[in-house]
Each structure stands twice: as structure tokens, then as C-alpha cells.
């Protein structure tokens, strides 16, 4: 396979939630090129309130890995760090998602691509605009910055080092 741009969200409420990510980012650069991350935001909880806030950023790479291989790879790194199965949108040490895979689509058992929870989640809207906002939405054909505009997402996203709520300035 020839190289490709994937997007990764990577988030983490449990333990010490920046060491998680920065471990994260350091195992997956021994596997992919990173391109570029985004800055890190303190997220409202989505799903489940009765829990601490994550912290929240995303990653672009290069690879040539297929992109269940690519899954393989971040789930490994996830039990690597530290994720313990609980339950759906619950607390966790590290989250990483497979947000976009070049103009791939694609839907199986195990992998969507693009995560169907691109366009309603301000905690990866807000970071993934931040490193492609011009980057096409392959099936809904409309940029991460307009996707961002458009969110009805409201939760707040907070600049992990001070600075206004980014929801509230969409």
C-alpha cells in the first residue's frame, strides 16, 4: 500500500491523563510517520457524565499499513498503556480512534472509517480542525473547518493551558 494520511483522536481521563497521551504519540511513532499533533484540550465527558473531564488532542501520520493494521497497532498500544475494557463512553486511561484513513470509506464488524463520530463531537472537532481544517471529509464531502462550523455539539472544550472555551466561539 502506498502511504497514506490517517487522523487519530487520542483521549484519556484516568491516571495521568498527559503522560497517557504522550506515551501514546511516542508508541506510535515508532510504527508511523507523525506529521503533526494538535494542541491538547480539557473535554467535557460525552456519553457518560459521572466521570472526570479528558483531556483530548489528534494526530496526523503517514503510513503504509493497511488500515485494520493500523487498528491493530492502536489497540495494542492502548493495552500497552494501560486500557482495561469497562464500558461504552466510561472513564478510561487512553482512547485512540481511527478518525480518518486518506479517502478511504469503509465499514466492518471491527472499524468504521470515517469515525461516524466526526461530525457530532466537538473534542475532535476542535483539535482535528486544528491540524486539517481544509482536509475533505471523504463521505460527507465538506472540510473538518466546516464540519466544526455546523456542529450542534455544544460540550465544552477548554485550551488545556488556560485561554477561552473553543465551543463557545464557533
Known amino acids: 500500500m502506498q502511504q497514506a494520511d490517517v487522523f487519530l483522536g487520542l483521549g ?4 495521568d491523563r498527559m503522560r497517557n497521551l504522550d506515551a501514546a504519540i511516542d508508541r506510535l511513532s515508532r510504527h508511523l510517520c507523525i506529521r503533526s499533533i494538535s494542541n491538547v484540550f480539557e473535554t467535557e465527558p460525552v456519553g457518560y457524565d459521572a466521570q472526570p473531564p479528558f ?3 489528534a494526530c496526523h501520520a503517514t503510513t503504509s499499513l493497511k488500515p485494520t493494521d493500523v487498528l491493530h497497532l492502536t489497540q ?18 487512553i482512547d485512540i ?3 480518518l484513513f486518506g479517502n478511504i470509506c469503509m465499514r466492518s464488524d471491527a472499524l468504521e472509517i470515517p469515525h461516524p463520530g466526526i461530525p457530532v463531537r466537538s473534542f475532535v472537532l476542535v483539535p482535528l480542525a486544528e491540524i486539517a481544517p481544509d482536509f475533505m471529509h471523504p463521505s460527507l464531502q465538506k472540510t473538518i473547518r466546516q464540519l466544526l462550523d455546523e456542529t450542534k455539539d455544544r460540550h465544552w472544550v477548554c485550551p488545556l493551558h488556560g ?3 473553543v465551543s463557545a466561539i464557533r
Request: no cysteine; net charge negative.
Open 76 to 93: 495494542e498500544t492502548e493495552v500497552e498503556i494501560g486500557r482495561h475494557s469497562t464500558f461504552r463512553n466510561g472513564p478510561r486511561v
Open 12 to 15: 484519556s481521563n484516568l491516571g
Open 163 to 165: 485561554g477561552q472555551d
Open 97 to 99: 480512534d481511527i478518525l
Open 55 to 57: 483531556l483530548n488532542m
